[in-house]
């Protein structure tokens, strides 16, 4: 008789919690379907019928004209570009950097990664005032060139942390056996340790694509001109013009995150794993 | 991210046969080179865009620093000046004030999901992406949409809270204070409890089952196994959660720039967005890195203390 009682109040717990979880999924996605319910409308039919009722006439030319007179092509341009060049360059640097910290022992290595692990610890808002003296009297602020360099800097310590925490899971004797064949420390990276460690590869490229589409203050900070701007000054920019535009405005950040969506939609099997393993090192 | 990692390097296998010894120290010395050598990118990088730039901020922070034009040594006159100003000093309490009540209610929300959605099945990996998705949006994107759920005519929030009754009239958020945090504070939550909740669900993942499996048939209760065994077994997941979202919040900006742009009458300023207009503003370059500074030596402290509170008595773990 006390097992049925029991085991009832524990199903009576378990039904409260699944409609709880129910009720915080759709709180969580709400922002999703009004953002979209807003951008596919008119800015009349808005105003008239509030924002949960279905579209009097849907309307995609919002999107096509938040493109155009946001000027979305140049930022998407730009943004691209940045990720392009600054993912694959950080992410190799790291690797070579990671490999030596992990499996070999000389002198200075644990200085060096002390140096990265302060690297870590201090957040880049400190540095901003240098940053600015510095790249303008290099001759390329407000151009694409002054973001990269920061970028990778600060990307750099958590991708050695990471790499060098799986470097060192993968066994020794895959290196010695390698060694004994006569193969350079150039050769085993690149065809040994790189080769088997696509998995981290991976979590780290998708986390540092989102985290470069989406840096706001150091490109708010080093970039004014309208040709330079990445997605986000530049969504900012748009903001200024259309405040009250309210259906252009959601296309324009629909525009913005949909492709962050996608590729975590698409990739978070990679995504969350490996995020979830790279801090349990 | 542990910072305290006992084994800095792996332990190198015993050393080969003496007859090739002599061959054996030459590949050494080429490996060890070329060790250098790998490090070396990623060094050069470090010391010119992070390590450089810090020094110049000390440095910057002793001198009147224009943009334009030449900088003027003036001592601690910067520092002086930063005991005096008020709005510095109310923007860090606004931000500490934030960290606090953010973190609590990120956590609050993030820990009781973790629990849930630890279990595999469709349905809860359901729920772990349907929480997890704002997480992946820029501060601005969210900011943004955000600062048009807060409108007062044809947001979300307000005719919501008419329709619902609570109201009887429109509530302008954007006009109080408290409207502008509270709506920050739930904007935040939507956005980054769902990270929390990954790394909690790591952490609570990682408790060994045989322990669990010992402790039910002993009789613990759910709240006895969660208490006693969960809970003390994660402590560095539970740490490295809170010094993140800790610093994180005590680094806002976007979301104050975007949303209230430090409103109503500079009462949502944070220490970043005061740092942000001095330099980049007013263009006081040399008053921003000392105000900078101060920050910097803030989150360390609060750092360290995070750490030593949640310090494993046993040492290691």
């Known amino acids: 008789m006390d097992n049925i009682v029991a085991s009832f109040a524990e199903r ?16 969580w996605l709400m922002p999703f379907v009004v953002i979209f319910l807003t951008a596919i409308r008119s800015q009349g039919d808005m105003i008239r019928n509030g924002i949960f009722s279905w579209p009097e006439e849907l309307r995609w030319d919002n999107f096509v004209a938040a493109w155009d007179t946001g000027r979305f092509n140049i930022y998407f341009r730009n ?18 950097a990671a490999y030596p910290l992990a499996k070999m022992k000389f002198r200075g290595s644990d200085t060096v990664f002390i140096l990265f692990l302060v690297g870590l610890a201090v957040p880049i808002q400190v540095t901003l005032q240098p940053l600015l003296i510095m790249m303008s009297s290099l001759g390329i602020a407000n151009t694409l060139w002054a973001l990269i360099p920061p970028y990778l800097a600060f990307g750099l310590p958590f991708q050695i942390f990471v790499m060098r925490g799986f470097f060192r899971i993968l066994p020794n004797e895959l290196i010695e056996a390698a060694r004994m064949d006569g193969a350079s420390e150039t050769s085993i990276f690149f065809r040994i340790m790189l080769p088997l460690s696509l998995p981290p590869l991976a979590t780290l490229a998708i986390i540092d694509t989102l985290a470069t589409w989406n840096e706001f203050l ?34 324009g950040v629909l525009i913005s995150i949909i492709p962050v969506l996608l590729i975590f939609l698409f990739l978070q099997r990679y995504f969350v794993a490996g995020l979830a393993g790279s801090v349990k090192g | 991210m542990s910072a305290t990692d006992p084994s800095a390097a792996a332990p190198r296998p015993a050393r080969a046969p003496a007859v090739r010894s002599g061959r054996r120290r030459g590949s050494q010395r080429r490996r060890e ?6 490090i070396l990118p990623a060094m050069a990088l470090v010391v010119t865009f992070f390590l450089i730039p810090l020094c110049m901020t000390v440095w910057m922070s002793f001198h009147n620093w224009p943009l334009m034009g030449a900088p003027r040594w003036t001592g ?26 953010a973190t609590i209610a990120i956590f609050g929300v993030a820990f009781p999901l973790a629990l849930f959605v630890e279990r595999t099945g469709r349905a809860t990996s359901f729920y772990r992406t349907a929480i997890f998705l704002p997480v992946v949006v820029g501060f601005g994107s969210a900011s ?40 920050i504070i739930v904007m935040v939550v939507w956005k980054t409890a769902g990270f929390t909740m990954i790394l909690l669900m790591t952490g609570l993942q990682s408790v060994p089952h045989d322990i669990l499996e010992a402790a039910r048939i002993d009789g613990a209760s759910r709240f006895q196994q969660f208490w006693r065994i969960k809970l003390p077994l994660m402590k560095r997941t539970l740490a490295l959660a809170l010094i993140l979202s800790v610093a994180g919040s005590m680094l806002a900006f976007d979301q104050f720039y975007i949303i209230s742009n430090g409103g109503p009458r500079n009462s949502t300023l944070t220490a970043v967005y005061w740092i942000f207009s001095q330099s980049f503003v007013s263009f006081k370059l040399g008053y921003g890195a000392a105000l900078s500074m101060v920050l910097l030596v803030i989150l360390v402290v609060i750092s360290l203390v995070q750490l030593w509170l949640l310090r494993s008595p046993t040492g290691d773990k």
Do not use: C, H
């Not at chain 1, 900070?221 to 040709?227: D, F, G, M, R, T």
């Open chain 1, 218 to 251: 150091i490109a708010l900070v080093l970039i004014s001109a309208n040709s330079s701007r990445t997605v986000p000054i530049g969504l900012m920019q748009f903001q200024g013009q259309y405040q009250s535009q309210f259906t252009l405005l959601m296309a």
């Open chain 2, 144 to 183: 943004l949409l955000w600062a048009w759920l807060m409108n007062v005519d044809s947001g979300l929030f307000s005719p919501a809270a008419q329709a619902l009754g609570l109201t009887e009239r429109p509530v302008n958020l954007m006009a109080t204070t408290d409207g502008v945090f509270w709506s």
């Open chain 2, 33 to 38: 080179i070329a060790g250098l050598l790998f």
């Open chain 1, 12 to 27: 009576r717990t378990d039904f409260v919690i699944k409609l709880l979880l129910v009720g915080i999924a759709v709180f």
């Open chain 1, 79 to 96: 943004s691209l570009f940045l990720i392009l060049v600054k993912v694959p360059l950080g992410l190799l640097i790291a690797s070579l």
């Open chain 2, 76 to 101: 601690l006159d910067n520092y002086a000046a930063m005991m005096k100003d008020r709005r510095f000093w109310n923007a860090m309490n606004f931000t500490v004030w934030y960290s606090i009540v």
